[in-house]
């Protein structure tokens, strides 16, 4: 089983990312996928997270309105477009699937937003 983030890096205040998630080892059309992000010092968070189909979304609070996810079954692949990116979303973010009590990591990737 892996998830391979990427897409992370160094942007702008109010600028935008876009990250990806690519799985493979496991069926995943059949896993709800997540992002969740770790900034230093605190506990990981949930972002957001899509169903097995795409059709239900939820987001956290933090970034309603300015993040989307979603997925490619065809292409095993979830996505986070990050949108008006502030510093406080500096973090590494982490991709997730779960299904029933199989949960599976992603390695990380880092977002910093800085001036």
């Known amino acids: 089983v892996q998830l391979v983030e990427s897409g992370g890096g160094l942007v702008q205040p109010g600028g935008s990312l876009r990250l990806s998630c690519a799985a493979s080892?496991?069926?995943?059309?059949?896993?709800?996928m997540s992002w969740y992000r770790q900034a230093p010092g605190k506990e990981r968070e949930l972002v957001a997270v899509?169903?097995?189909?795409?059709?239900?979304?939820n987001y956290a609070d933090s970034v309603k309105g300015r993040f989307t996810i979603s997925r490619d079954n065809a292409k095993n692949t979830v996505y986070l477009q990050m949108n008006s990116l502030k510093p406080e979303d500096t973090a590494v973010y982490y991709c997730?699937?779960?299904?029933?009590?199989?949960?599976?990591w992603g390695q990380g990737t880092q977002v910093t937003v800085s001036s």
């Open positions: 899509i169903n097995s189909v795409g059709g239900s979304t």
């Open positions: 997730n699937a779960r299904r029933l009590h199989v949960g599976y």
């Open positions: 080892g496991f069926t995943f059309s059949s896993y709800a």
